[in-house]
C-alpha cells in the first residue's frame, strides 16, 4: 500500500458519509486549571444547545460541503447532476459564495427563538471544511464580508458577530465551530501538488516533504482562531472540527500553542479537538448517535432535528416526541444535546423546525427541572426508564412511544435507593407507590390515564 493511500484511509477512518468518530473515555484528559474544570461543570448544566450548519452550501440542499472531496464522492454528490469533470464542479461550488444573500437573516429572532425554548448555548459553524469564513476574517476574500459575496454591504454581514452578540444577549454561552481543515487555501489544497487533482480530506501534499507550506497553513489556521478568540466577546467552547488534521497522521497544526494564547485572552475557553484525545478535547463528542452507557466525562452529541446538519429543501424532521426522547436519554447518561438545525439560504429558519423548537420548550418549561443542572445516578438508562439527580432529588423518566400506547394504572420503575416521596412533575403531589423486588411501582393518578399518551411521565423522587 502507497503512503498516501494509508493517510487517506486513516483520514476516512474518521469520518464515514460525513459523521464523525469520537474518543474513547479512556481518552479525555481532566484538566488541571481549576477553572477550566469550573467551566466543564458549567457546560454539563446546560444539557441543550442549538447548533446551526450554514454557509454557501446551504443553497444546495445538500450535505455540507463534502461533495468537494473526491474521496466521498459516491455519498456526497449523488443529489445533484455535477458536470461529470470533477475539477468543473469544486470550481462551480466555490463560486457559490457569489449567489449567497440571506436577506431575511434576522439574529435575534433565532436568539429569541432558541432563548425562549430552552436552549442554553449555541453552536455555530463559523468555518466548515470548504474554508468560506461566516466572519470578517482578514486572511482570505473567501468570507462574508468579501467583496464576491453579495451580502457583504449588509447591516448584518459579520453573521457570526451578529449571532454571539444576540444569542449572548439572550443569557446564552457561545461554542464557536471551525474546520481544521480548509480545502479553499492554497496552503492546504495546493494547487498542483501531488496526489495531483484528486483530492482526499487531508492536505494535497505530504506535510513532511513540504515543510514550509504546511508552516503556512499552521500560521493561517492560527490567525484565523485568534481573530474569533479576540475580536468576537466571549466563547465558552472552541469546537474543532476535522479530526483527520492531528499530529499523528503528519498534519499538526501545533493546536496547543494556539489555544493556550487563546486563553491569555479567554482563560475559561473549553477546547473540543474531536477525536484526538489528550489535554485539548475537553469534551467528547459523539455525532448522530449517543453512546450505549452513561459516561463519567463531559460529552455531547451533536445530532440533527432532520436527516442532515445543513438545510435540505425536503427533509423528513424528527418529532417532538423523538427530540425529547432523545434529550432525555442522553441527559441521563451525562451528556448534552447539540441539536443541529439547518437555516434556509435567504436567512430564515424553516416552520417546521420553528414547530418543534416550540413543541420542546413547552414541555421544557414544565419538565426542566429534571433536566438542567442535574447529573447521572443508577441505574442511568434502562430501556424507556431514565433517571437524573440533583442534590437529594431523584428524576426518574417513563417514556411513551406513541401517543396512542395505553398509559397503565401502575408504572414500574428499576429504582432500588431508599426515599420517601415521589410527587408527579407538572401533576399531582404525593402519589401512591409500592416497593417491589426490582424496584418500585408507582400508582397513576386517574386523570394522568385519560386521554393520549403524554411524551413521558417524570417524577421527582426524595
Avoid at 459516491?74 to 449567489?99: G, M, P, V
Avoid at 497553513?217 to 482562531?225: A, G, L, N, P, R
Amino acid at each position: 500500500m502507497s503512503e498516501i493511500k494509508q493517510v487517506q484511509e486513516e483520514q476516512e477512518s474518521v469520518v464515514v458519509e460525513g459523521v464523525h468518530n469520537y474518543s474513547s473515555e479512556e481518552h479525555w484528559v481532566k484538566p488541571e486549571d481549576p477553572l477550566l474544570l469550573e467551566r466543564l461543570e458549567w457546560f454539563k448544566d446546560q444539557k441543550l444547545g442549538l447548533m446551526m450548519h450554514w454557509g454557501p452550501y446551504s443553497q444546495l440542499g445538500l450535505v455540507e460541503s463534502w461533495a468537494l472531496s473526491d474521496v466521498d464522492e459516491e455519498w456526497s454528490r449523488n443529489e445533484i447532476d455535477w458536470d461529470i469533470d470533477a475539477e468543473e464542479l469544486k470550481r462551480e461550488y466555490f463560486a457559490l459564495n457569489k449567489t449567497f444573500n440571506p436577506l431575511r437573516f434576522q439574529p435575534e429572532l433565532w436568539a429569541d427563538l432558541a432563548a425562549e425554548n430552552g436552549f442554553k448555548y449555541l453552536n455555530f459553524t463559523t468555518k466548515h471544511h470548504d474554508g468560506f469564513c461566516m466572519w470578517d476574517t482578514k486572511t482570505t476574500d473567501y468570507r462574508i464580508t468579501g467583496p464576491d459575496c453579495p451580502f457583504h454591504t449588509h447591516k448584518y454581514a459579520d453573521i457570526t458577530k451578529q449571532l454571539f452578540n444576540a444569542f449572548r444577549e439572550k443569557g446564552l454561552g457561545i461554542s464557536a465551530y471551525f474546520s481544521k481543515a480548509d480545502w479553499h487555501t492554497p496552503y492546504y489544497w495546493a494547487p498542483g501538488m501531488k496526489p495531483g487533482t484528486t483530492t482526499s480530506r487531508g492536505p494535497t501534499y505530504d506535510p513532511k516533504e513540504y515543510p514550509w507550506l504546511w508552516e503556512q497553513f499552521v500560521q493561517f489556521t492560527h490567525e484565523q482562531i485568534m481573530e474569533l478568540m479576540t475580536n468576537y466577546g466571549k466563547i465558552d467552547v472552541l469546537w474543532l472540527d476535522a479530526g483527520w488534521v492531528n499530529d499523528y497522521r503528519d498534519q499538526n497544526i501545533r493546536l496547543g500553542e494556539v489555544v493556550e494564547r487563546a486563553r491569555k485572552i479567554q482563560p475559561w475557553l473549553l477546547s473540543a479537538d474531536r477525536t484526538v484525545g489528550g489535554p485539548y478535547e475537553n469534551l467528547i463528542t459523539p455525532e448522530q448517535t449517543l453512546p450505549e452507557r452513561a459516561l463519567s466525562v463531559p460529552w455531547e452529541s451533536c445530532i440533527t432535528m432532520g436527516s442532515a446538519f445543513s438545510f435540505r429543501y425536503e427533509d423528513d424532521y424528527k418529532t417532538v416526541r423523538q427530540l425529547i426522547h432523545l434529550l432525555v436519554e442522553i441527559v441521563a447518561k451525562g451528556g448534552n444535546l447539540a441539536l443541529n438545525v439547518g437555516p434556509q439560504p435567504d436567512g430564515r429558519i424553516s416552520k417546521t423546525a420553528i414547530s418543534r423548537i416550540k413543541g420542546m420548550g413547552a414541555w421544557l418549561k414544565v419538565h426542566g427541572e429534571a433536566i438542567y443542572g442535574t447529573r447521572i445516578c443508577e441505574p442511568y438508562s434502562v430501556g424507556r426508564a431514565q433517571f437524573t439527580q440533583k442534590g437529594d432529588t431523584t428524576y426518574a423518566f417513563y417514556l411513551y412511544r406513541d401517543e396512542h400506547e395505553a398509559v397503565p394504572a401502575e408504572l414500574h420503575l428499576p429504582l432500588q435507593q431508599p426515599f420517601s416521596r415521589i410527587d408527579l412533575v407538572g401533576g399531582a403531589d404525593n402519589l401512591e407507590f409500592r416497593r417491589t423486588d426490582d424496584g418500585v411501582a408507582i400508582r397513576l393518578p386517574e386523570k394522568e390515564r385519560e386521554g393520549l399518551a403524554p411524551i413521558a411521565h417524570v417524577f421527582r423522587i426524595r
